[in-house]
């Protein structure tokens, strides 16, 4: 009788065990820094001139921190550009202080889908990752047409809104809504930057990320800088 017991107990203890073990696992929906690549689609001075879904400085700072959180978890990046030299101009300061124009992350394109381009196309799926992050300009027709052609060929594709802009909000919306009709999953550049650390036990980049939001966050830069000087945290 002990013997039975002492075992439905010990069966007990590692089914309670296995249950919080499990629940413990995050989801696969959830992204991590290396499941996943990033792709910053014509993010350059003509395209924003039009933009006015999100204020210029609004939509620079969440750029910023969509390119420093790939570049400080070091995530496979792509920057494409559309007709750089000859209409769109370079990209955001931003995305260059983390990406150079002398790196091989950029790749330069005639078609407004990047899913169309061939050194495009290349280049992303090159990175061998199932899921893909976009953010650029306009929403309606440079994220749209590689956000549905990638979803047709069976990648799990995500957008960051707040680092997209487009000629009006209804323009912008009705994208985003067209999208997530299809299956596109939304998100936001500081959800994206704190997706990747999760937890704020991972020391190698808790200082990176924080300073980059002292720098690009606004208000939450801010609140960091404060409890920094004053707090001595």
């Given at each position: ?12 203890f ?81 995305i ?45 027709v ?53 997706e ?8 190698a ?27 001595n945290?």
């Amino acid at each position: 009788m002990k013997k039975s017991i002492k075992t439905i107990f010990n069966l007990l203890f590692v089914a309670f065990f296995t249950v919080n073990a499990q629940a413990q696992k995050p989801s696969p929906d959830l992204l991590d820094p290396t499941n996943h690549m990033l792709v910053l689609i014509d993010h350059e001075g003509q395209m924003s001139f039009a933009v006015k879904n999100i204020p210029g400085d609004q939509l620079r700072n969440n750029t910023a921190i969509v390119a420093g959180a790939s570049k400080i978890f070091n995530v496979p990046t792509v920057v494409t550009t559309v007709a750089e030299k000859s209409f769109s101009g370079p990209v955001f300061p931003e995305i260059m202080e983390f990406y150079p124009q002398s790196t091989s992350n950029y790749i330069d394109r005639t078609t407004m889908n990047s899913w169309e381009d061939v050194n495009a196309y290349k280049a992303i799926t090159g990175k061998n990752k199932r899921k893909i992050v976009l953010a650029g300009l306009w929403t309606s027709v440079c994220i749209v047409g590689p956000a549905l052609s990638a979803k047709s060929d069976g990648y799990d594709v995500y957008v960051i809104t707040d680092a997209c802009g487009d000629v009006s909000q209804e323009a912008h919306d009705m994208s985003i809504h067209r999208m997530m009709q299809a299956g596109v999953k939304m998100m936001t550049s500081v959800q994206y930057l704190l997706e990747l650390q999760r937890d704020w036990a991972r020391g190698a980049t808790y200082k990176p990320v924080n300073d980059l939001i002292v720098k690009y966050g606004g208000s939450y830069g801010v609140g960091i800088q404060y409890a920094r000087e004053m707090l001595n945290h």
